[in-house]
C-alpha cells in the first residue's frame, strides 16, 4: 500500500530536522507499527525533513527501496500474535549509522522490543523518543522478564509516547514515566470519502461487517456464534468476514449457512466499499488491543459500531455516544446489541455522525502534526541539556587551568 498525504500549508518547523525511524518488525509484513511509520515518514518528508527508516527484512531486496535493512527476522509469539524481531547483533552497524547520519531526532517504536531498538536506544546521542503500541490487560511476560535489563535503556528515552491509554497501563506497570497519549492514525480521507457499496451486498438484505485477521484475540468465534441468534430475530440479514489470512476452520463450521460470507484479502483500495455495505459493523475482540485501527476505520466511514467493552476501544468511543460497547466473549449480549441497531435505523444514522465526527481527530495529518511538534519540544529540552553540560565541561576545566 503506498502512502499518500497532503502538504499542509501550515506544516509544521520552520528548520528541518533529520528523523531516524527504528521499527523493530519485519518490515516486509504488513502490521500496524509498519503502517504507523509510512504514514509518519511520508507527511514528515512532505514538510521537508529528511527520515531515515531503519527495519529487519525477510525479503531485503523488497524493502530496500523503503528502508535501510538491518538484520533478519524470526517468529516470536507475542501478546496472542506473531512478531517477526531480529537477534542480530548490529552495535557496529548502528554506531556506524548513527555517527554518519548525525540525526536530530531517533524515534524507536517498540523500544524494548529486541534487538534492533536495544542497539539505537543504547548509541544514540541525539534526541531520542520511544513510541509504545502494544496493550494487554493482564501484562506483559516479556516486559517481566526482561526489566531487569532493559531498565537502564529505558531511561535514556527522553521522550516517551504510548498510542493509547491501554498501551500507556501496559508499560507503565514495568516502566515509571510519563507517557504522551498521541494514537494511531487512519487514513480518514480514504475511508470517509463518498464510496459505492459492493453491488453483490446491496440487494436489501441487512450486512453485518467483520474486518480482522483470524486470531483468537479478533474474536470472530463469538461473533459467529452472535449472528445466529441475530439471524432469529432479524432474519433478512447477512455476515460479511473481511480479512487478511486463512478463515478455512470458520467457513468450514459455517459452511451450511449461505448468509454467512468470507472474502479474505480484500485489496485497501475496496476496503470503504464494504464498510459502505454494511449496516452494523461489529468488532468482537476479546483484549489486547491498544486502540483499534479497523474500529476508527468503520467510525470514519460513519458506520453504527458494536464493540467489546476493552480498554482499547473504551478509550475510543463511548458507550451510546458513538456505538454500543458490550461484554467481551459474550455471543448473547453482543446479538442483543447488533439486534437494536439493526433494528433502529435513526440511532445507526446517530451514530454513525458522532463517530465520524470523533474519527475526523485520528486523521494522520492531525497525528502526525502532534509528532513533529512533540519531537520539536523534545529537541530543544534535549539540546538545552547539552549546552548545560557543556558549559560546566568548560567552567571545570578552566578552573583547572
Known sequence: MGV???ASEDAPGETPMKIAIVSPYDWCVEGGVKSHIKHLAAYFRDWGHEVTIFAPASEPALARDEV???GKPWPMRVSGSVARITFAWKSPEVKAVLREGKFDVVHLHEPLMPLLPYHFLRYSTSATVGTFHAAKEGGNRFYGYTTPLTRRWFRKLEGKIAVSPAAASLVSRYFAGYFNIIPNGIDYAHFSAPAEP???????RQNVLFVGRPEKRKGLKYL????LRVREQVPNTRLIVVGAGDFTRYQRLMAAFEDVV???NVPYADLPRYYRSATVFSCPNTGNESQGYVLLEALAAGRAVVASNIEGFAGVMTHEEEGLLVKPKDPAELAAAITTLLRDPKLRAEFGRRGQALAQHYS????AHRVLSYYERILYEHQQVAASRSRKTLAAASREA
Open 262 to 264: 468470507f472474502r479474505p
Open 4 to 6: 499518500q498525504c497532503d
Open 198 to 204: 459492493m453491488p453483490e451486498f446491496n440487494d436489501g
Open 364 to 367: 494522520w495529518d492531525h497525528v
Open 68 to 70: 535501510t535493512v538491518m
Open 224 to 227: 459467529l456464534r452472535a449472528y
